[in-house]
């Protein structure tokens, strides 16, 4: 029975590993919704998205980028890959110089059609709701061959994202927040992959969803909500804003600017989400913590 037993064992761990490879030619459509073709699996990729080329080496496939953008720099080996510029500021003359046979892209830009026209392979992977950032991760791994790894990856992203759950939906009160991406000020709405993470995380966020996903907010619509908490803009700066010092935020000390790494992982919509989460809810919450 013994070697019955090993030859089903070996027989069901190969069908597996057939199950999970890629199929190649393989075509797809991309973020840009064009239909695009891989003849083989990528070899030499540039990523030109900070949360792809995370992806990326998250599933074990950080060996075959040979050019990233100027924003990538996680984890520590993609800092050491030659820079090839932002999705507005494309170094198109180096990225073609590394022969890349794949340059991963965002659907914004203008690098689309000079790396086409210099016969390149371009796909355009770019998650931007919560849930996408798991269907993408997926789609990476077909599309460089790393399937079984990537759907492991989703697995435990969302296990982690569980965790902490758990523990935020325990909260006794949920406070209000305004959270700010940028001081014009922008902001998040509920619908984006950064307001989801704001509710996980037991906040109540005071824009409504009509506003869109990175509205540009009236300061005043700000200062008659009254958030509770403020993440993303530091007390003095704040308190020095006209309405601001009479919000309850402001009053009570709760107006702060987001760590630098919590900052960083909370805008990339890639694998270290479930950590983003995490220090997200430790600032909203920290009696769940103690």
């Known amino acids: 029975m013994k070697p019955i037993l090993t030859r089903t064992l070996t027989l069901t761990l190969a069908l597996t590993g ?10 797809l459509t991309d973020d840009l919704n064009r239909k695009v073709t891989l003849r083989a699996e990528p070899k030499r990729i540039v990523s030109m998205l900070p949360s792809d080329s ?6 074990g496939a950080c060996d075959k980028l ?34 890349p046979d794949l340059v991963l ?16 392979t371009v796909v355009a992977v770019n998650p931007e709701t919560y849930e996408e950032v798991f269907a993408k991760t997926l789609v990476l791994g077909r599309i460089v061959n790393r399937e079984a790894q990537a759907k492991n990856l989703v697995t435990q992203m969302r296990r982690d994202i569980a965790r902490t759950e758990i523990l935020t939906k325990n909260a006794v009160k949920k406070p209000s927040v305004y959270v700010e991406v940028d001081p014009t000020p922008y902001s998040i709405g509920p619908n984006s992959f950064m307001g989801v993470l704001l509710t996980k995380a037991g906040g109540r ?22 958030p509770q908490l403020i993440l993303g803009v530091d007390a003095k700066v704040a308190a020095a804003r006209p309405g601001w010092g009479s919000m309850t935020a402001v009053k009570a000390g709760k107006a702060m600017a987001l760590p630098k790494e919590l900052d960083t992982i909370f ?6 989400m ?13 009696e769940l913590f103690k």
Not at 274 to 286: E, K, N, S, V, Y
């Open 274 to 286: 479930p950590q983003a989460l995490a220090g997200l809810a430790r600032l909203i919450h920290p």
């Open 105 to 120: 892209v965002s659907r914004y830009g203008k690098i689309v059609e000079p790396l086409t026209q210099a016969g390149i």
């Open 66 to 99: 040979v050019g990233v953008d100027d924003y990538s720099d996680y984890p520590q080996k993609v800092t050491t890959l030659p820079k090839m510029g932002g999705l507005y500021d494309p170094r198109i003359e180096a990225i073609v110089a590394l022969k």
């Open 267 to 272: 805008s990339r919509p890639g694998p270290r």
């Open 18 to 27: 057939l199950a999970a490879a890629t199929t190649y030619p393989l075509t």
């Open 54 to 59: 995370e992806t990326l080496c998250a599933i």
């Open 205 to 226: 966020n005071i824009i409504p969803a009509s506003m869109g996903d990175f509205p540009k907010v009236d300061p005043e619509f700000i200062v008659k909500a009254n």
